[in-house]
């Protein structure tokens, strides 16, 4: 049974410039939350999909958007990337409002 | 917004020995969860608690649920190198999602 997977591994982008990040959830599950979690830091949450439509927000700015399909993957995009972007970009999932499980990651570098 | 103070920040323990940490809050949360995260990789999901006052086990783990749902905490029995790692507490308050709150990590050293 395969675990939550996210692609790609790291990313290195220039500031001003935009990211895709993509999440495929754990089989079974229907939710798919993001997280920012910078050097040293706990995870912060930046949003929720369910049903394809975004269910939750975090304290992030409209830079910040994101996507669910009808498999229930996901994308992060980001416009505009400061260098303040730069983190580990996690992707959970979970079935409904139940525990989520992590993937790896996506380390982002924005130089 | 919501905050979750955890601690201590760090430890360093001695293979063998029994490590506590734990976790307050300023506001209730109706689920708590802990985490693990190694270098490099996401946080894997070690306990989930439900309900106020609840103590779980899972393996050398334990954590319980405060009775005021502010706090939880966890135990590590007999420690082992391969506990080294980021241990993580999490709050969830189950309100038309499940979004997690964060505190900021309890980093844990084993001396061999």
């Known amino acids: 049974d395969a675990g939550v997977t996210q692609s790609p591994t790291h990313l290195i982008k220039t500031r001003g410039q935009q990211v895709t990040l993509r999440c495929s959830p754990k089989?079974?599950?229907?939710?798919v939350s993001w997280y920012q979690q910078a050097l040293g830091q706990g995870p912060q949450f930046i949003f929720q999909?369910?049903?394809?439509?975004?269910?939750q927000r975090g304290n992030f700015p409209d830079r910040f958007s994101g996507h669910q399909f009808p498999n229930y993957s996901s994308e992060l995009n980001v416009n505009a990337l400061l260098l303040g972007d730069s983190a580990l970009y996690l992707c959970a999932s979970s079935r409904s409002s139940y525990e989520q499980y992590f993937g790896p990651g996506t380390r982002l570098t924005v130089t | 917004g919501q905050q979750l103070n955890q601690s201590p920040q760090s430890m360093f323990i001695q293979e063998g020995e029994d490590v506590s940490m734990n976790c307050t809050s300023s506001s209730i949360f109706n689920t708590w969860l802990w985490y693990k995260q190694d270098p490099g990789e996401g946080p894997v999901l070690l306990i989930a608690l439900y309900k106020a006052g609840e103590l779980t086990s899972n393996g050398r783990l334990t954590a319980q649920f405060g009775i005021t749902r502010k706090d939880s905490f966890l135990n590590i029995s007999a420690s082992i190198p391969s506990d080294v790692g980021i241990y993580f507490c999490a709050g969830q308050l189950n309100n038309a999602g499940n979004m997690l709150t964060f505190g900021g990590g309890t980093r844990l050293m084993v001396k061999p």
């Open positions: 999909y369910y049903e394809e439509e975004e269910r």
């Open positions: 089989s079974g599950h229907d939710t």
